[in-house]
C-alpha cells in the first residue's frame, strides 16, 4: 500500500487526535492539521495532500464551503467528510459536489481507515 499524506481538518483538537491516530495506525502520514475552512484551503493549496478529511460544522468557514472551493481549483481532489449523526440533508449535497465519502462520528478507527482507503483507490 502506497502511504498517502492526508490533511485533516476539524475545530476539535481531540477529534483532529483520533482521526490522526486512526489514519496514522493505517500506514499514512499526516501533512498538516487545520481547525477552519479557512486554513484547510490554504493548507490545500500549499500541501497538495492525497487526501483530506473535513469536518462539516466548524467557525469561520465550515466544511462543505471548504470543500467546494477546494473542488473548484482542484476537481481530482479527494476528501471525506468527518460529521455528526443528523446532518444527511449536508452529506447529500457534499456527495453531489464531488465529496468521496463520509464518515460519522463517534467511528471505529477501521471505519476511517475503510473511507480512506476507498477514496484513494
Do not use: W
Not at 492526508?6 to 483532529?16: E, G, H, Q
Amino acid at each position: 500500500m502506497n502511504v498517502a499524506k492526508i490533511l485533516i481538518v476539524d475545530d476539535a483538537k481531540f477529534m483532529r487526535t483520533l482521526v490522526r491516530d486512526a489514519l496514522t495506525s493505517g500506514g499514512h502520514e499526516i501533512v498538516g492539521e487545520a481547525e477552519n475552512g479557512n486554513q484547510a484551503i490554504e493548507m490545500y493549496d500549499q500541501l497538495k495532500p492525497d487526501l483530506t478529511t473535513m469536518d462539516i460544522t466548524m467557525r469561520e468557514k465550515d466544511g462543505l464551503e471548504a470543500a467546494q472551493e477546494i473542488l473548484k481549483k482542484d476537481p481530482s481532489a479527494r476528501i471525506i467528510m468527518v460529521t455528526a449523526l443528523g446532518q444527511e440533508d449536508l452529506l447529500a449535497k457534499a456527495i453531489k459536489m464531488g465529496v468521496k465519502d463520509f464518515v460519522v462520528k463517534p467511528f471505529p478507527p477501521e471505519r476511517l481507515q475503510t473511507a480512506a482507503a476507498k477514496a484513494l483507490a
